[in-house]
């Protein structure tokens, strides 16, 4: 009997998820009052990366956003990335982020240990 892989569907998972970000219209909204300080409006392509190295298709053009809680607690995260619908903490020292030369940012999905998410800056920005 064949054994079945366990990636049979993984790449439909990873499509699916993307698909759920990309119809995710909403705008995160912190509970706790934030700053805004940085906004790259819908210039970033944010995309998912399997343990394989599979690599799913851009998303439409995404705004970047990144913010800081104006009030935290000790150990508490500070300040945090949002690309679309994904957001990300970002913590001094603690969060790993890969730049790679062509203006693309990688980081771990901390959502889903075993993929990672990936966004490219798109040239038009200036800031590539």
Do not use: C
Not at 92 to 101: R, Y
């Amino acid at each position: 009997m064949a054994e079945l892989s366990p990636y049979g569907n993984l790449q439909q998972n990873v499509n699916d998820a993307l698909n759920e970000l990309e119809e995710d219209e909403s705008v995160y909204v912190p509970e706790r009052e934030a700053e805004e300080l940085f906004n790259l409006p819908d210039s970033v392509h944010i995309f998912f990366i399997n343990a394989s190295g599979k690599v799913s298709t851009f998303s439409e053009p995404s705004t970047l956003r990144i913010f800081r809680f104006k009030e935290t607690s000790e150990g508490e995260t500070k300040t945090f990335i949002q690309v679309g619908g994904w957001t990300h903490p970002l913590i001094p020292g603690a969060s790993p982020v890969l730049e790679a030369g062509n203006g693309a940012f990688m980081f771990p999905d901390v959502y889903h240990l075993r993929f990672a998410v990936r966004f490219l800056i798109s040239s038009f920005t200036g800031l590539v």
